[in-house]
């Protein structure tokens, strides 16, 4: 690999997957037309999904998933203490996701009941984000991560160039798309709010957007909940919203 001319060495990469679904790894493995490109920026040593076996002498580690165990807790701080650089790699891994709709209740026994039955479950009381436990030092956000984004980070991350994540909120790719807003539907989305980069899929799609990746820069949470409640909305399908994927505070 070259940059400006210059031989550089390509860095050793890992994947890990802790409580997930892994699909924002599938996201990667799945990368049929671009993945050979995208494995040209790293040397990728360790990844469950496209690779036997693996090795630790890795200096990029992608974390996938939230903390919901203490072995979990002990093997996230073991790479940390491996990697130069630990990213979290979606939004499980960012905001702790949708498994940390469990830390909302106070009795665990009834919420394993309720998710697993009668099948045998070990889990901490509380889900954790990877960056409750260890420095994270990039975020990688969405439900599953965006891959153009993803390459890009990745990119900025092998030539140790800065990359700057956009400030603006989806309704604003929304609008350049001139996309019907969802609102004049019926429909609740979270786009005014919340952090561009995924092109704006689920509202152009016709899908509100979920908040999946997180607050914009400085937005107007207590205007638009007065928009949703003029809208018709109710405070229940509002915090609902709000609360899908940890991403965002809920402050009545």
């Known amino acids: ?57 890795y200096e990029i580690a992608f974390i996938e998933g939230s903390i919901t165990r203490d072995d979990e807790i002990n093997r996230v701080k073991n790479i940390r203490e491996k990697t130069k650089i630990l990213v979290a790699f979606g939004t499980c891994a960012c905001f702790g996701g949708i498994n940390k709709l469990k830390n909302k209740f106070n009795d665990i026994e009834w919420v394993k009941k309720e998710v697993y039955g009668n099948y045998p479950v070990e889990t901490n009381d509380k889900v954790l984000a990877i960056d409750e436990v260890v420095k994270v030092d990039f975020y990688i956000y969405g ?3 965006n891959k153009p984004e993803v390459e890009a980070i990745v990119q900025s991350i092998a030539l140790g160039r800065e990359f700057r994540y956009l400030k603006h909120p989806v309704c604003f790719r929304c609008k350049e798309k001139q996309n019907i807003c969802l609102y004049e539907l019926g429909k609740i989305c979270m786009g005014p709010l919340t952090r561009a980069g995924c092109g704006a899929r689920c509202p152009s799609n016709g899908n509100s957007c ?9 937005p107007n949470i207590e205007f638009m909940k007065k928009i949703m409640k003029k809208n018709g909305f109710t405070e229940r399908q509002i915090r609902d919203k709000f609360e899908l994927f940890s991403a965002f505070k809920w402050e009545k």
């Open 210 to 218: 979920i908040g999946c990746r997180g607050p914009a820069a400085e």
């Open 1 to 57: 690999m070259q940059y400006l001319g210059v031989d550089l060495v390509k860095p050793k990469a890992a994947f890990f997957d802790f409580s997930s679904c892994e699909g924002c790894q599938l996201q990667i493995a799945n990368n049929e037309s671009n993945l050979l490109d995208f494995i040209s920026l790293m040397e990728v040593i360790n990844f469950r999904e496209i690779l036997t076996g693996g090795k630790d002498d």
């Open 143 to 145: 439900c599953p991560v």
